[in-house]
């Protein structure tokens, strides 16, 4: 089966003027087709997110008009916006809507159902993409608009903005993109109030900005985030609020949304393989979003001088929002409006700065976590997950059912390059259940198609392996395939293990069942409420590639060597003392990692050759 949702990398899209207009033309004949006698604009099949999609379809519509002064495009404009402002903007409060702190303020918001108090929870983010449809109608509204209208569109847009900031708590659902995203409505909204209310509402906005999303903004890898829905990133949600940064930057000019914006790009490089595959977040631990994330991506691509845009998109939202019969649907209408506009191309080539929580080259790549355990391994192809075993989830020795990957002290790291080889050295100070501190030293190193991953610790009680990961996926063709097949040999016996047990504890990677799905079925709320990384916690097993330590290592020391990669021929490192460290001898390359004492400031010494 392949995933649902991982597709083509977004830079392959293309992105020419001639390709966009080719785009809103396609909208331009829907919409005319569809809209109804009363000028409704939405997708017949809509139901929840509904609010402003509609006026989405109408920004759209506006900016073909911008581009091409097609004849029909005015009259639909009006037409479909007096549809918007006639039935689409509510007054009264939605019956259940539990995050309102004025009653009855009589200030405007949309629905994300139409229907009073069937989904209320939804109504702030439905608000907040209005006010961004209605915004960038006003940004066309010359020409198109006439001034009894626009005036009271402009009415209506700042009555959302503060029934955002006024009536409601500021973003409830603790969603980085939603909050965000009203943060940039506020600023586009903003130039178009008179002085000084108009300077008067930009500086609110970066005040809220500053006050209830900076300040609250996570760590993870390093790396300071905006929280979405509870926790640090999320892998569809996450590129979404960097689009959003990536607006701000480019409506206000002001540098906090820039260096935020950098932060998260870095971040994002960082945790991402090179073939564009994601997985965990609070939210979706799969899911993808496409054309809501190209701007971001592209904006900050060029910025921090990285290929972000090999992430890989949803190519049935490849343009913009598509019910399941792919007619289109308004929502999200801005991001195209937003790309469309803004003139950055994509960054293609790979940065070669080297990253704390990523080793990356050719078609290699490790991702790691904030414990500079891996999170995600690629090599061939094929992506290996943190396997579990006893509740313990990562990659590393096992002795007596205890996974030695969680640090009990600083974390040391080391990256090398030498003669096309990049390579990076980690070293943890670990407590094993006997209570003895030993040293995990773990050598990857890559030649850009093969990754050859050593692990030296201090000799271990009983029959130690190592935990080497779950294979879980595969690149087929545009698409990425499930898989349960390793590419990988080892220096010792290698094999693939699978949970006896079909409870949903155990992960099976041979059946045909999603890591968000096996996460969500553990989560404590229901899918698309709940978080599936803290479901997946709960893993007691899962598929595992295990390998038994090598042969010919210094008697003091179990060390570990697997290879992953293209190649099935024998693999047959060496190990021998070299003064106080460890020479690792392959047939692609000699290592020689230090002992655990490091250098004079205690850092991790490594010296590589091909």
């Avoid at 259940?96 to 108090?117: E, I, K």
Wanted: glycine content about 10%; proline content about 7%; overall charge negative.
């Amino acid at each position: 089966m392949h995933l649902p949702h991982q597709r083509g990398p977004l830079h392959d899209l293309p992105d020419t003027p001639e390709a966009y207009d080719a785009v809103l033309a396609d909208v331009t004949e829907q919409a005319l087709a569809r809209m109804t006698p009363e000028g409704n604009l939405e997708h017949p099949d809509c139901v929840d997110d509904i609010g402003d999609t509609s006026l989405g379809i109408t920004s759209l519509l506006a900016l073909a008009w911008q581009r091409g002064k097609d004849p029909r495009l005015p009259e639909a404009v009006r037409h479909s916006l007096a549809f918007h402002l006639d039935e689409r903007v509510y007054t009264e409060d939605n019956p259940g809507y539990p995050n309102l702190r004025v009653r009855d303020s009589g200030l405007p918001y949309a629905r994300y159902t139409l229907a009073a108090g069937a989904h209320p929870i939804g109504d702030w983010p439905s608000t907040v993409w209005a006010l961004l449809q209605a915004v960038n109608v006003l940004d066309a509204a010359d020409g198109l608009v006439d001034d009894v209208q626009r005036a009271r569109l402009l009415d209506v847009a700042h009555g959302y903005w503060r029934w955002l900031t006024e009536a409601t708590f500021f973003n409830p659902q603790e969603a980085g993109n939603q909050a965000i995203g009203c943060i940039v409505g506020g600023l586009m909204l903003a130039r178009h109030l008179p002085s000084p209310d108009g300077e008067w509402l930009r500086r609110q906005a970066i005040q809220l900005y500053e006050d209830k999303i900076r300040a609250h903004r996570v760590r993870d890898r390093g790396a300071l985030l905006p929280p979405e829905h509870g926790g640090a990133y999320d892998n569809n949600y996450g590129p979404i609020s960097l689009s959003f940064l990536a607006q701000a930057h480019r409506v206000s000019g002001e540098e906090i949304f820039a260096e935020d914006g950098d932060a998260l790009a870095r971040y994002l490089d960082a945790r991402l393989t090179n073939g564009g595959f994601d997985n965990g977040g609070p939210r979706y631990s799969e899911q993808h979003s496409a054309f809501e994330s190209v701007l971001g991506l592209r904006y900050f691509s060029a910025r921090i001088g990285s290929d972000l845009g090999r992430y890989r998109g949803d190519s049935r939202w490849a343009r913009h929002a598509c019910k399941a019969d792919g007619g289109v649907d308004g929502h999200f209408a801005w991001m195209l409006v937003w790309q469309i506009q803004d003139p950055t191309r994509w960054h293609r080539t790979a940065s070669t700065t080297p990253a704390r929580h990523q080793l990356r080259a050719g078609t290699v790549s490790v991702a790691f976590d904030s414990r500079m355990t891996p999170s995600l391994v690629e090599a061939a192809g094929t992506y290996y997950l943190p396997a579990a075993v006893g509740r313990q989830h990562g990659f590393g020795p096992v002795t007596d059912g205890f996974l030695m990957c969680r640090p009990m002290g600083e974390v040391r790291v080391r990256d090398v390059r030498a003669d096309g080889l990049t390579a990076k050295l980690v070293t943890k100070p670990v407590v094993g259940r006997d209570h003895v501190l030993r040293h995990v030293r773990s050598l990857y190193v890559t030649d850009g198609t093969n990754l050859w991953t050593t692990v030296a610790v201090e000799r271990l009680p009983g029959t130690p392996y190592l935990l080497a990961g779950l294979p879980y996926a595969t690149d087929d063709g545009e698409r990425v395939r499930r898989t349960a097949e390793p590419r990988a040999t080892a220096a010792a016996d290698l094999r693939l293990t699978h949970p006896a047990s079909d409870d949903p504890h155990h992960f099976d990677a041979r059946t045909d069942l999603t890591q968000e799905q096996a996460a969500f079925a553990l989560a404590a709320d229901p899918r698309g409420y709940g978080d599936p990384d803290e479901g997946w916690s709960h893993l007691l097993t899962s598929t595992a590639l295990e390998a038994e330590p090598a042969s010919g290592a210094p008697e003091d020391l179990h060390v570990f060597a697997v290879r992953y990669g293209p190649g099935d021929d024998a693999f047959t490192p060496v190990f021998e003392r070299a003064g106080t460290g460890l020479r690792i001898r392959t047939e692609a390359f000699t290592a020689v990692i230090g002992d655990t004492a490091g250098d004079a400031v205690g850092e991790p010494e490594l010296t590589l050759s091909a």
